[in-house]
């Protein structure tokens, strides 16, 4: 039976466009953006910033040695923020329904402070909530030192949670994460970003 569901944050809960991401770290000066940026998992200091090996003062530092000028930690924040595409209304009615049905809704996303700077202000959702006032618990690489595929972040949450894999959905757009999340015994989901998921996944809860 189903009492936990995990949801992924970019291409489930909000729709990507990498390609805007690229585009404004390219206009800071990162010529090479399109090899340094991947939909799922960062590497080089952008993978640094989302695992928290580093904070987002040294990664500014960093960022702007690559493209040979001073930059802010506005124009990072606003640059990594390009990832995000749309907060689809239909998707954060959907985590509301779920919990008023009783379950627990969980976040476990591979992200980075200058993303969940966005996510956790007010500005998210257009109507003066965070994704936290959707949310009964925050999982986020940065904070807990893994990333997703790594089978002990999946465990680190389940040990958290006190649940077992047999009683999580986990909902994500990355095949190769899902793959790792059968494995481990949870039922899984994969859309596509920004597939309407709303009503499909009442299927997966059955």
Request: aromatic letters at 10%; charged letters at 25%; glycine letters at 6%.
């Amino acid at each position: 039976m189903i009492k936990t569901i995990v949801f992924d944050l970019g291409g489930v809960i909000i729709t990507l466009e990498q390609s805007k991401a690229i585009k404004r770290f390219v206009a800071l000066g990162v010529k090479d953006a399109e090899k340094r940026l991947d939909p799922y998992r960062q590497s080089g200091i952008f993978g640094d910033l989302e695992i928290g090996k580093i904070d987002v003062e040294t990664f500014r530092k960093e960022l702007s040695l690559i493209a040979g000028q001073e930059l802010t930690t506005e124009q990072c924040n606003n640059a990594w923020q390009g990832y995000v595409g749309d907060v689809p209304k239909r998707n954060l009615l959907a985590l509301r329904r779920l919990k008023e049905e009783g379950y627990r809704i969980v976040l476990l996303s591979n992200t980075n402070p200058c993303m969940m700077e966005f996510v956790l202000s007010k500005r998210f959702d257009g109507e003066g909530h965070s994704l936290s006032d959707y949310m009964d618990a925050l999982y986020v690489s940065y904070e807990v030192g893994m990333m997703k595929p790594d089978t002990n972040f999946f465990h680190y949450v389940l040990m958290q949670e006190k649940i077992m894999p047999e009683e999580v959905l986990f909902v994500d757009d990355s095949p190769k994460n899902v793959a790792v999340a059968s494995q481990m015994r949870f039922r899984t989901y994969c859309p596509q970003n920004g597939a309407d998921w709303t009503e499909e996944i009442n299927k997966y809860l059955l």
